[in-house]
C-alpha cells in the first residue's frame, strides 16, 4: 500500500514517543491486570503501515481517531 506523504510525516512526528507511551500503557495495564486477575497480551506498536491502512480504507476519519 502506498502512504500519502501527509501521512508518513504526521506518523514520523509521533515516531519518537511511540515507546515511551507504550511503557507507560503497559505499566498501567500491569498493574489493573494483576488486581483483577487477567493475563496481560503484549502490547504493541501499530506500524506505519497498519496505520495507513486504517486511514485510506476510512475505518478512522483522520488522524485524530
Do not use: H
Amino acid at each position: 500500500m502506498i502512504t500519502s506523504a501527509q501521512l508518513l510525516n504526521k506518523y514520523r512526528s509521533v515516531e519518537p514517543y511511540l515507546e515511551i507511551i507504550q511503557k507507560r500503557v503497559r505499566d498501567s495495564l500491569l498493574v489493573l491486570c494483576e488486581e483483577e486477575g487477567y493475563a496481560l497480551v503484549a502490547a504493541r506498536i501499530k506500524t506505519l503501515e497498519s496505520v495507513s491502512e486504517k486511514v485510506e480504507t476510512v475505518r478512522f476519519d483522520g488522524w485524530s481517531n
